[in-house]
């Protein structure tokens, strides 16, 4: 009938074909509903793929071009997922609950305002004297003439150098015969750095240094000495910089004992250029590098280098299962970046003593790259910057606390702000759609939680993975200017020195003097107490 809608109709009461008419078109009009439906979803997903790829192509754009800013131009849609009523009420009551019983961060002193200031030259620095008087110190006034008087002087300072300069050792051994016995007494030669070979110990830590701190290759270091009138061929240097590397190799162990003695540790790996001679081009080879924590009050550093990024290196570096270290495995907390190389390593069930730390760095970066895209995630991204942000400015009132007392802060103050980021996290995640940028952001934070705020628990344990990257910064450094490692002997030679001069470096010291001394006594250094030569504990002879 007409104006009665077709749900309320009796078919029953219908002609037979009527019937079928109406039927046919009920199931055509919900198949259409239903294909309604479904290209609904396969749009939703298709919005959030182009997201993806959008904040993807402009990433590299903006590596490609180097944009000093992370600043995003692909639009980004917050899609909501499938409602979820009662959970999100019972989140944002625990929030509003958490953000009532939050305690105030302690502020801390803000820097006087700094005003551009030419500093004092160091102290240390030589001073030689110019002395400026006045040739005629008579009065010049016609009726005086008297001789005037030194009333006080003006100082100025100005800061001088003298590039590099070579001298020579003369070492001359006296020779004493006695007449009646015929016997000659003579002091035994100095041992050599380079064996019968002319550069001394400061000579050969210059090369070093020059190479490993400063980055400069054997063919840019020789028409540097050329211009003091020295000729010393890049192949010259190359044997000054092997002997040298292989002189410091027992240190090299010693060091890596020492870093594994730390029960807490950081763990990074980058990867470096090694040549392939057979291939005619590089392949892809690792350092690895360890470091004590950075709460430590010995720090250090050990590299390893190694043709690979497998599990097998940081277990054979820690598992103490034999060749090439026997000694038994480490056990304590190792903080990385989920690296799943490391899983291994810290699989509960094979190493019930180690534990997982994860970089809360890395956590926040995920979303310092979609805080400033101008689209609907950036904003949530932005908050969650301003919670790590509070974490991170809590934990920085807590940089010169011991252990104990780091440990009773973190659980007084920045345990309520981890447990108010992670419901607000939570409460995020129920509000975007599976697979997009922020909620991949989200879920790397909410699956690593216990690692990534196991910290707060033990003093010791630092925040996050920043130390450990700030020592892989040399090898990106050097890697731009030598290119590539020569051989897999030169790159494990390379991550001795480098061991060495970075952990001297961490502690304060002069790597050149540090190196000149070490290479100068170990020759003649008693073997059981090679350990005073390491950074940590060496003083100048």
């Not at 110019?130 to 008579?138: A, F, G, I, L």
């Not at 007449?179 to 000659?184: A, G, H, L």
């Amino acid at each position: 009938m007409p104006g009665v809608p077709a749900a309320s109709i009796d078919l029953t009461s219908l002609p037979a074909e009527a019937a079928a008419l109406i039927a046919r078109l009920q199931q055509q009009a919900q198949a259409h509903a239903q294909e309604l439906a479904r290209r609904d979803r396969e749009i939703a997903w298709a919005n959030v793929k182009i997201d993806k790829l959008n904040f993807e192509v402009a990433r590299l754009r903006r590596w490609k071009f180097d944009a000093k800013t992370e600043a995003m131009t692909a639009e980004q849609r917050l899609l909501f997922a499938e409602t979820m009523i009662e959970d999100e009420a019972s989140l944002q009551a625990q929030l509003a609950e958490l953000q009532r019983s939050l305690p105030e961060v302690p502020k801390i002193p803000k820097a006087p305002k700094r005003h551009p200031r030419r500093q004092a030259l160091p102290e240390h620095l030589e001073r030689v004297e110019h002395r400026h008087e006045p040739d005629d110190t008579t009065c010049p006034t016609p009726e005086c003439s008297r001789p005037m008087q030194r009333i006080g002087e003006d100082v100025s300072e100005k800061l001088d150098i003298i590039p590099a300069r070579f001298f020579v050792h003369r070492h001359i051994y006296g020779k004493w015969a006695c007449k009646c016995c015929q016997e000659i007494r003579q002091e035994p030669a100095e041992p050599d750095v380079v064996d019968g070979g002319i550069p001394a110990s400061g000579l050969v830590a210059h090369t070093l240094i020059s190479r490993f701190v400063d980055h400069l290759p054997y063919y840019r270091q020789e028409p540097i000495n050329a211009r003091s009138g020295v000729h010393t061929p890049r192949s010259t240097l190359a044997t000054w910089g092997g002997a040298g590397g292989a002189a410091l190799v027992p240190l090299h162990e010693l060091q890596r004992r020492f870093i594994l003695s730390c029960p807490v540790l950081h763990a990074d790996e980058t990867p470096v250029p090694l040549l392939d001679p057979g291939a005619g081009k590089t392949k892809k080879a690792y350092v690895w590098a360890w470091a004590r924590s950075r709460h430590d009050p010995h720090p250090g550093v050990v590299y390893e280098f190694c043709l690979g990024r497998g599990s097998q290196y940081p277990v054979a570096f820690l598992g103490g299962k034999g060749p090439p270290y026997p000694e038994p495995a480490w056990n304590g907390t190792l903080i990385t970046d989920q690296y799943a190389a490391y899983h291994a390593v810290l699989d509960a069930k094979v190493y019930p003593q180690r534990r997982s730390a994860v970089c809360a760095a890395h956590a926040r970066r995920r979303f310092e790259e979609l805080s400033r895209g101008g689209h609907s995630a950036s904003a949530v991204a932005t908050e969650a910057l301003r919670r790590w942000a509070r974490i991170y400015h809590a934990e920085a009132a807590f940089a010169e606390m011991g252990h104990d007392e780091r440990r009773q802060a973190r659980q007084g103050l920045s345990k309520s702000l981890w447990d108010e980021f992670e419901v607000w996290l939570k409460l995020q995640r129920t509000q975007v759609l599976d697979g997009s940028k922020i909620a991949e952001a989200i879920d790397y934070s909410l699956n690593a939680w216990a690692a990534l705020t196991l910290h707060i628990d033990d003093g010791a344990v630092a925040i996050d993975n920043n130390l450990i990257e700030r020592q892989i910064k040399p090898w990106k450094l050097g890697a731009k200017n030598w290119l590539f490692v020569g051989s897999e002997l030169a790159g494990q030679r390379a991550a001795v020195v480098m061991s060495l001069v970075q952990s001297a470096k961490l502690n304060g010291l002069d790597p050149w003097a540090y190196l000149r001394d070490v290479l100068a006594r170990i020759h003649s250094h008693p073997s059981h107490r090679l350990e005073e030569l390491l950074p940590h504990r060496w003083r100048p002879s």
